[in-house]
T-cell receptor, first 113, second 112 residues
Framework: EAQVTQNPRYLITVTGKKLTVTCSQN?????MSWYRQDPGLGLRQIYY???????DKGDVPEGYKVSRKEKRNFPLILESPSPNQTSLYFC????????????FGQGTRLTVV | DQQVKQNSPSLSVQEGRISILNCDYT??????FLWYKKYPAEGPTFLIS?????DKNEDGRFTVFLNKSAKHLSLHIVPSQPGDSAVYFC???????????FGTGTSLTVIP
């Protein structure tokens, strides 16, 4: 089954404690992205990657890091989480073909206290 | 700066009637538009899309209309069913990269 898998689904952590949210896709997609969803703001792109070792900032990259060492994996790293990073996070993947859609994972609900 | 806007946070419709969800965008460089549907505790799932070279795309009960001069698109669901109750996100992209710009979402409730 084609899917994007995120882990964990739910996470409560304390301010300043480094964490990683993993994302893996089995569709051999070149493109992968991270979004955060906040009330009244919709989905905003944090980082994206167009291929292995190629990453770039989205609209809200501050406080986040990513890496793309393998095509299937695109982890999101919060080196020093803060309460304003409490949000619902989605990983997505897509192909570079024209007029294509992105496939989303099921989301990670992060709470930073 | 929100480049894709959904001005109605919520919409309630009777089962069997038409649901119309609206979306406006500001960037004239967008050339591909999508609608996603999201249920609670799940990720967004692709519903329907339209290229800027078209003004209408239909898939079963779902039709998307694009008015490029007004920078406006809409999603029509006919007839609406209770299972359509979800949050709908409008999205836009330029086929030069990997960035999808999303609206803030409209929560649709279809009343049985």
């Amino acid at each position: 089954e084609a899917q994007v898998t995120q882990n964990p689904r739910y996470l409560i952590t304390v301010t300043g404690k480094k964490l990683t949210v993993t994302c893996s896709q089995n569709m051999n997609h070149e493109y992968m992205s991270w979004y955060r969803q906040d009330p009244g703001l919709g989905l905003r792109q944090i980082y994206y990657s167009m291929n292995v070792e190629v990453t770039d900032k989205g609209d809200v990259p501050e406080g986040y890091k990513v890496s793309r060492k393998e095509k299937r994996n695109f982890p999101l790293i919060l080196e020093s989480p803060s309460p304003n990073q409490t949000s619902l996070y989605f990983c997505a993947s897509s192909t570079p073909e024209l007029n294509t859609e992105a496939f989303f994972g099921q989301g990670t609900r992060l709470t930073v206290v | 700066d929100q480049q894709v806007k959904q001005n109605s946070p919520s919409l309630s419709v009777q089962e069997g009637r038409i649901s119309i969800l609206n979306c406006d965008y500001t960037n004239s460089m967008f050339d591909y538009f999508l609608w996603y549907k999201k249920y609670p505790a799940e990720g967004p799932t692709f519903l329907i899309s339209i290229s800027s070279i078209k003004d209408k795309n239909e898939d079963g009960r779902f039709t998307v209309f694009l008015n490029k001069s007004a920078k406006h698109l809409s999603l029509h669901i006919v007839p609406s069913q209770p299972g359509d109750s979800a949050v709908y996100f409008c999205a836009a992209s330029r086929n030069t990269g990997n960035q999808f710009y999303f609206g803030t979402g409209t929560s649709l409730t279809v009343i049985p």
